[in-house]
């Protein structure tokens, strides 16, 4: 029996197969487009008055699929919201919402410093060290966000109070 | 079936690499999502992403009845020890019994001897006892403020948790060590109890993090009742620990270790020490599916001088897949295989011919969920389980969940769950007087289950849970016809119960919350035929027919929390063990618990606490057989949390 069970240990070791997303994700993916409305970016952050947010997943996709369809029909204001993946930062696309996953973590800090000042609004996954813009975090099994105003006012970009107040934490302008 | 056993958390996701889906898994996502995607952002922060499938789930659309206990819950309770948080459960009876021992059960069979129907997990590793199929609570603990959530689900576990998770699962799921970086101070004095507990997490590493912690308690005697009692049970225990995560790009590891001392300071009634050591390991596959396999060690002595010594090591292993069969379903299989050494040596007749029994476990189970209807949905699972001392045991499990309307969620429920024989019950020997019982099998349960759990108003959730048990083969101290002696325990108790549990929680304003809580239970049991009881049915427990809870939590000031809990506990009346005259050994008891917290700057809390406020002491529990009865005592603490 024992070495039956151990065989079927190895087995379960060797089985690839297809699963969901996990809700921790789904509710990530849910909130990314959400945050759009509440962000306000400088006209210069986009190529044309028509281009729409471009919100970019840098690195490992955690999503599988489900961010298209939380952004898909939203619009802000005038804007659609466009999604894309990245294999890498690229400077040659215009991105104003970046998201960085739960992959490497120098690519994460590198794409953190390589946007401040920029009208980029950076989002770091929970359980990465380095933080952006919007952070999110794990709190009692609910998925929160921190917000760093004061480096998302850097690059000129304005975020509503209505997003600050549903925040976790907020670090405000003019804090160190 | 819905539970969570092994909760690795925030893992899961991070498993997941990129790549090409199969067009049916996006169907399945598209279905899942749909209400998520549909949330405003309010709403969002209020989704609760447990797992109560051994997966991520909403815990709105587990088919089951499940309370879960937070870290703030734990924080605001002031509770100081982890017996003490599970009284916020409303499915749980806690009963203290002295100043170190505690009897905890879900749904009945309340007592040390009786309550072997709960399994009790710490990040997945057992902490049930093969002596005696229970868990010795003294030798439990868990730095409360690493705890991230304790999950308690009543009624069977047995598909997805196995054997002995018959009336319900305590599924305890500490925190990350990357949430909880820097340093903590938590330091408790009081009337009744002394303890202090420092915590540091640190970086040591890219994707690395860890958290070492040391704690010390004291817990003061509790008085007797009788007069002829001369145990002093004051107790003391040290326990130290850290936790190891490291993130990789498809992998998670986790590593974590505790080792602990306990002794009785005032009398040595009884020691103990310890040590466990985990490893965990997460993996996502490529298609996107995950794999979890995890290995611990055990070591656990308890001595209770001139009496006995017990030494338990076990070690086990599980690994469990989460995929899916087709395109709207999702599917999870496993196993587990577990060894221990069980070694008591008795000092007293009564003991065993072979102190030493090394006892296997292994298991297989599978469970698909699947959608029957856009809102029906329908999960269904079977665990084999083959131990040491039963044949091969079959726990299926059928739950069906019909999401009514956007929060409001009806499911029912038929399973099957055993209690395998203890080393008690198959061994345990007193010549001449009580004969060991080869032929004992395992206990058995049929249940049925019904239960609503939704949002009635924004600020108002409500879960209602009825439940109608069968068991079969319960134990019973059976006599030599004639001469009465030697005994013998056999299988020969039927019972049926039934009962409810219900809690909700409101919230008032956006700055005070109401919990309520309350549970009923009713149940008779008689002797199969040709079977006779001894003992007066002593494995049945001591239960009170009702328990009921309210909680306050309010916040009226910045910076100050004004918190207060009443629970009110219906009497005991059972049949004393020795005569077999029904009376009430236990009286109901209504108490008061109240805390003010207060902020004092942005890394320091101090609360003030009262526990047991209306008598100056009461009683819990009464059997002579198992403890002397002793009061529980009326507590003022003062407590300092500071984080550097």
């Known amino acids: ?175 160190p | 079936m819905p539970f969570g056993k092994i909760r690795w958390r925030l893992l899961a996701g991070l498993l997941l690499a990129g790549g090409v889906l199969p067009e049916g898994v996006r169907a399945q996502q598209q279905v899942a999502s749909a209400d998520i995607e549909q949330l405003s952002i309010e709403q969002l922060a209020n989704v609760e992403i447990t797992s109560v499938s051994r997966r991520p789930e909403s815990l ?92 308690v689900i009543s009624g069977p576990g047995g598909t997805l948790y196995g054997a002995n998770a018959v009336n319900g699962v305590i599924n305890i799921v500490t925190q990350d060590s990357s949430q909880t970086q820097g340093a903590l101070l938590d330091a408790t004095v009081g009337t009744t109890d002394v303890k202090a507990m420092a915590r540091y997490g640190f970086t040591p590493w890219d994707g690395g993090s860890l958290r070492l912690y040391g704690q010390t308690s004291h817990a003061n005697n509790t008085s007797p009742v009788l007069a002829i009692d001369p145990v002093r049970s004051a107790w003391a225990r040290n326990q130290g620990g850290f936790r190891l995560d490291q993130k990789l790009d498809d992998d998670s590891l986790t590593l974590q270790g505790d080792i602990f001392a306990n002794s009785t300071p005032a009398m040595d009634v009884e020691r103990g020490r310890g040590y466990d050591l985990s490893g965990h390991w997460s993996h996502a596959l490529e298609s996107g599916s995950s794999m979890e396999l995890q290995a611990y060690i055990d070591g656990n002595t308890r001595i209770l001088p001139s009496l006995a010594r017990e030494q338990l090591d076990t070690a086990g292993l599980q690994a469990q897949h989460n995929t899916a069969l087709w395109w709207n379903d999702t599917f999870i299989w496993g196993g587990e295989y ?180 309350a549970n009923w239970l009713q149940r008779t049991e008689h002797l199969k035929p040709g079977r006779r009881d001894q003992t007066f049915g002593q494995s049945l427990g001591q239960d009170p027919p009702y328990q009921a809870q309210i909680r306050s939590e309010m916040n009226p000031f910045e ?6 809990g009443l629970r009110s506990i219906g009497h005991v009346k059972a049949r004393d063990a020795t005569t077999g005259n029904t009376k009430v050994l236990v009286g109901a008891y209504t108490e008061v618990d109240l805390r003010i917290g207060w902020r004092a700057t942005s890394t320091t809390e101090i609360s003030l606490e009262g526990f047991n406020l209306l008598h100056q002491r009461h009683l819990e529990f009464n059997d002579p057989s198992t403890y002397l009865p002793q009061y529980v005592p009326r507590a003022f603490m003062l407590n300092l949390r500071k984080t550097l």
């Not at chain 2, 726990?395 to 395998?420: N, Y």
């Not at chain 2, 049926?496 to 409101?506: L, M, P, R, T």
């Open chain 2, 559 to 564: 910076d100050w929390e004004f918190d207060a």
């Open chain 1, 1 to 175: 029996m024992r070495a039956r069970i151990l065989a079927a240990l190895s087995l379960i070791l060797a089985t690839g197969a297809r699963a969901d997303v996990s809700l921790e994700y789904t509710v990530k993916a849910a909130y990314l487009p959400k945050f759009v409305p509440f962000i306000t970016w400088p006209e210069t952050a986009f190529t044309s008055p028509t281009a729409p947010v471009t919100i970019c997943v840098v690195g490992t996709d955690p999503f599988g699929g489900k961010l298209e369809q939380a952004a898909s029909g939203l619009k802000s204001g005038e804007r659609a919201i466009a999604v894309r993946y990245l294999p890498a930062p690229d400077p040659t696309v215009s991105c104003q919402l970046v998201f960085l996953g739960p992959g490497d973590m120098a690519v994460a800090e590198g794409t953190l410093d390589a946007m401040k000042g920029k009208p980029v609004v950076t989002v770091t996954d929970s359980g990465l060290k380095a933080r952006g813009v919007i952070s999110f975090l794990i709190e009692a099994n609910h998925v929160r966000f921190d917000i760093d105003a004061a480096t998302a006012a850097q690059g000129g970009v304005a975020i509503s109070s209505k997003l600050l107040s549903l925040a976790h934490a907020v670090k405000q302008r003019g804090q």
């Open chain 2, 60 to 151: 709105a659309q587990a088919p089951a009845s499940i309370f879960v206990i937070s870290a703030e819950d734990i924080r605001r309770s002031g509770a100081i020890n982890l017996p003490e948080v599970l009284r916020l459960a409303p499915n749980l009876e806690v009963a203290r019994l002295n100043g170190f021992a505690y009897t905890i059960s879900a749904r009945g069979f309340n007592s040390p001897e009786a309550s072997n129907k709960l399994l009790v997990l710490i990040d997945g590793r057992s902490v049930y006892s093969p002596l005696a199929s229970s868990v010795f609570w003294e030798n439990v603990d868990v730095p409360l403020a690493d705890i991230a959530r304790i999950e």
């Open chain 2, 338 to 517: 577990r060894h221990s050494k069980e070694a008591f040596y008795s000092q007293t007749i009564i003991g065993f011919a072979n102190p030493v029994t090394h006892l296997d476990v292994e298991n297989l189970f599978v469970q698909d969920s699947f959608k029957l209807l856009d809102s029906l949905k329908l999960t269904t699972g079977i665990k084999i389980e083959n131990s040491s001392y039963s044949n091969v045991d079959f726990m299926p499990d059928l739950r069906l969940a019909w999401q009514v309307a956007d929060s409001h969620l009806l499911w029912a429920s038929v399973s099957r769950a055993v209690r395998t024989p203890s080393k008690i019950d198959r061994e345990l020997q007193a010549p001449g007087f009580l004969l060991p019982a080869p032929r004992f099998h395992s206990e058995k349960l049929t249940a049925y289950e019904a239960g609503y759990r939704g949002q009635l108003l924004q600020n108002l959730s409500l879960s209602v849970s009825l439940y109608y048990n069968q068991y079969d083969d319960l134990r019973t101290t059976f006599d030599t016809p004639v001469t009465v002696i030697p005994l013998q325990l056999r299988n020969g108790i039927i019972g049926d119960s039934y009962g409810g549990e219900a809690w909700a929680k409101y919230a008032v304003t956006d700055w005070w919350r109401l919990s309520l809580g």
